[in-house]
């Protein structure tokens, strides 16, 4: 489990005057790890400006599921798919997306 004070030292680490899309991912996942959801997706599209990785939109559309956002969460994880073609609970994770947002008639 996370430390919580390490969050005071993401928090500082992403205010240093050299942006670092690295220190926006990781502070997104920490934020994430204590339910965090809005601030963690906000890091991890502020890191989306520096770094085109599979496991930031993955992240991220785990975050737009934590806050039933299907639609989101399909998008998210389309483009997880894209980047990461081997990871299968992405895969299956977009398709629950799908599923969910055709459920609820988006």
Request: charged share 30%; hydrophobic share 35%.
């Amino acid at each position: 489990a996370l430390d919580p004070s390490s969050l005071e030292l993401y928090e500082r680490a992403v205010r240093w005057p050299w942006p670092s899309p690295s220190a926006h991912a990781h502070y997104g996942y920490a934020l994430g790890q204590q339910e965090q959801v809005e601030g963690s997706m906000r890091q991890m599209e502020l890191a989306l400006r520096g770094l085109d990785t599979g496991d930031l939109y993955y992240g991220l559309g785990a975050m737009a599921l934590r806050l039933q956002d299907y639609a989101a969460a399909e998008r998210w994880f389309e483009e997880c798919v894209y980047r990461w073609p081997s990871k299968a609970e992405a895969r299956e994770l977009l398709e629950r997306a799908r599923r969910l947002r055709d459920e609820q008639g988006e």
